[in-house]
Antibody, heavy 129, light 107 residues
Framework: QLHLQESGPGLVKPSETLSLTCTVSGGSISSTSHFWGWIRQPPGKGLEWIASMYYSGSTYHNPSLKSRVTISVDTSKKQFSLKLTSVTAADTAVYYC?????????????????????WGQGTLVIVSS | DIQMTQSPSSLSASVGDRVTITCRSSQSISSNLNWYQQKPGKAPKLLIYAASSLQSGVPSRFSGSGSATDFTLTINSLQPEDFATYYCQQSYTPPFTFGPGTNVDIK
């Protein structure tokens, strides 16, 4: 059973870069079975999917954030990371890392992320000066 | 982007009740619909994937149905631990959008 744990600063200044890391245990981050992704939730609001990445480097982004988001995987450390640039107060949220089950579509000969089956506990990031 | 809506936004129910939550997508998503339960201060938990498949370890009182644009989550015989917020999510095409949530509280 996978276990995911987020880490990173809880306070980021406006216009700076938010950087978070998720450490994976209980399974291989190089596995073909999962994408590794980020989801956020502003206080008192709903969930927003940010981006997901496959071990091969294939990445899916939310277009609303794509220009500011970088997601990467470090297989040697069993970690994946999120960088969100030029943050504003609107980026204040609980950030969750998660694993999305990979689904291979035989019709299109492609693999894509599906349900988030494992979640980290979440980390609150506040954007404030 | 595919827009997801849920109804009702909140409901009050009693232990033992049968509860039904509806999720609609702005375009057909086949059966690429997932349901999550979230309790205050906790991460969401996957309940149902692919519209009707029960995630391992989830009680059988939870069930899902639907396809294309209309989906339903049913909780048979609501238990005290089921009071939470429920979200649907489409995994048909990115961005993988979530519904706004349905809060189930105690009557």
């Amino acid at each position: 059973q996978l276990h995911l744990q987020e880490s990173g600063p809880g306070l980021v200044k406006p216009s700076e870069t938010l950087s978070l890391t998720c450490t994976v245990s209980g399974g291989s981050i190089s596995s073909t079975s999962h994408f590794w992704g980020w989801i956020r939730q502003p206080p008192g609001k709903g969930l927003e999917w940010i981006a997901s990445m496959y071990y091969s480097g294939s990445t899916y982004h939310n277009p609303s954030l794509k220009s500011r988001v970088t997601i990467s995987v470090d297989t040697s450390k069993k970690q994946f990371s999120l960088k969100l640039t030029s943050v504003t107060a609107a980026d204040t949220a609980v950030y969750y890392c998660g694993s999305q089950l990979a689904y291979y579509d035989t019709l299109t000969n492609s693999v894509g992320p599906q349900q988030v089956d494992y979640w980290g506990q979440g980390t609150l990031v506040i954007v404030s000066s | 982007d595919i827009q997801m809506t849920q109804s009702p936004s909140s409901l009050s129910a009693s232990v033992g009740d049968r509860v039904t939550i509806t999720c609609r997508s702005s375009q057909s998503i086949s059966s690429n619909l997932n349901w999550y339960q979230q309790k205050p201060g906790k991460a969401p938990k996957l309940l149902i994937y692919a519209a009707s498949s029960l995630q391992s370890g989830v009680p059988s009182r939870f069930s899902g149905s639907g396809s294309a644009t209309d989906f339903t989550l049913t909780i048979n015989s609501l238990q005290p631990e089921d009071f939470a917020t429920y979200y649907c999510q489409q995994s048909y095409t990115p961005p993988f959008t979530f519904g706004p949530g349905t809060n189930v509280d105690i009557k």
